[in-house]
């Protein structure tokens, strides 16, 4: 049994001004979360908006809580860190024989 949990993490960036800026702070959290976690994290939407970046992340496990919590931890994470603010987020398990 595989578990296959994907999240998606909205970020706020209302002091940006510049997409060198927002790159800066896509790119150490993305850095930092792979680092920590060893997980799959990639910026996936709104690319060309200065004040809001888009997240996705991927969870694979045996275990369905395994992931889940894997998740919840990587997103604390993110809040944790302190370099912008989580405006939305959701969180997606799917099971695979």
Known sequence: MMFVGAGRVVLGLDDNHSLKGKRS???RVIQRC????NVAVAEIDDNDILNRAVLGLVVVGNDKQFVNSCLDKII???EELGQAPI???????????
Do not use: E, G, H
Not at 87 to 97: F, S, T
């Open 25 to 27: 702070v896509v790119k």
């Open 34 to 37: 792979r680092n920590r976690f």
């Open 76 to 78: 604390d994470f993110i």
């Open 87 to 97: 405006l939305d987020c959701q969180v997606q398990i799917d099971q695979y024989a």
